[in-house]
């Protein structure tokens, strides 16, 4: 075992420190100091809200962008390929029924049927992008609980 109070070498080689932790001082921390100290982790503790705040509508504005270009890539794609099978299914059905106008106004009305289902199905999922930064409400809301000390 050493002495608490023997020199020992620190990680700089031109300091000498104790191996004994100092004493706290006690007159330096009067409360203009400890003011200062608490304004500026408030000031932190904000500036790290707002970090999280903007991640957040970031995030959700990604996501957003992402849904928004998978519906239009689904409605160009979608238009040229249903242009032709529409235009085969009018034909066959024709054929079928030997009336090409009603075929056509058949196939017409069971696409636009088809078009609702998948317009209705997306605006769904459009309603249900959550853009309300969640982390952030629930940590302000558990701040006055922390200022109490009530964490």
């Known amino acids: 075992m050493t002495d ?3 020199p020992v070498q620190t990680k700089e080689p031109h300091v000498i420190g104790r191996s004994k932790p100092p004493a706290a001082p006690a007159d330096s921390d009067n409360i203009v100091d400890l003011l200062r100290d608490l304004v500026g982790q408030g000031t932190h503790l904000a500036d790290q809200q707002l970090s999280l705040i903007k991640a957040e509508v970031r995030e959700s504005a990604t ?4 849904a928004v270009g998978g519906l239009v890539g689904a409605a160009v794609v979608g238009i040229a390929g249903l242009g032709v099978v529409l235009m085969g299914l009018a034909y066959l059905l024709g054929d079928v029924i030997e009336n090409v106008g009603l075929a056509t ?10 078009a609702y289902v998948l ?8 309603n249900a992008t959550h853009i309300a930064p969640d ?5 302000l809301q558990r701040t006055p609980d922390a200022v109490r000390g009530d964490l």
């Open 63 to 66: 996501d957003v962008k992402l």
């Open 4 to 6: 608490p109070y023997t």
């Open 105 to 114: 106004v058949i196939v017409g009305l069971a696409t636009l049927a088809l």
């Open 135 to 139: 982390r952030t409400q629930r940590t």
């Open 119 to 126: 317009y209705r199905s997306a605006t769904t999922k459009m």
